[in-house]
């Protein structure tokens, strides 16, 4: 069975920091992008961050570019984001996505996510 596991989220002040988690197992992920979404009430799941299988390509949404660092550990089947300089806007729930090939369309596997809340 395939599983995504985030963990790390949480209520934080403006300006803190948090590190999410995300532990994949149940297959292989060799091939496969991995990347963040985040969803507040009503409205649709957005890509934030996303990382290449070799981890030599990034992406990341215009809002978070600079404070959010996205990196995985192959051997540790693992995939985290570090969110710096956390706003009131990030608050949301976070969900560890994989995408064969990057695809995000559709992405192949989801986990069942995290609330991060920032306070102001």
């Known amino acids: 069975q395939v599983q995504l596991v985030e963990s790390g989220g949480g209520v934080v002040q403006a300006g803190g920091s948090l590190r999410l988690s995300c532990a994949t197992s149940?297959?292989?992920?060799?091939?496969?992008?991995m990347g963040w979404f985040r969803q507040t009430p009503g409205k649709e799941r957005d890509l934030v961050a996303a990382?290449?299988?070799?981890?030599?390509?990034?992406y990341y949404a215009v809002s978070v570019k600079g404070r959010f660092t996205i990196s995985r550990d192959n051997a540790k089947n693992t995939v985290y984001l570090q969110m710096n300089t956390l706003k009131p806007e990030d608050t949301a729930k976070y969900y560890c996505?994989?995408?064969?090939?990057?695809?995000?369309?559709?992405?192949?596997?989801w986990g069942q996510g995290t609330q991060v809340t920032v306070s102001s």
């Open positions: 996505a994989a995408a064969y090939g990057g695809r995000w369309s559709a992405p192949d596997y």
């Open positions: 149940g297959r292989t992920f060799v091939g496969y992008a």
């Open positions: 990382i290449s299988w070799s981890g030599g390509s990034t």
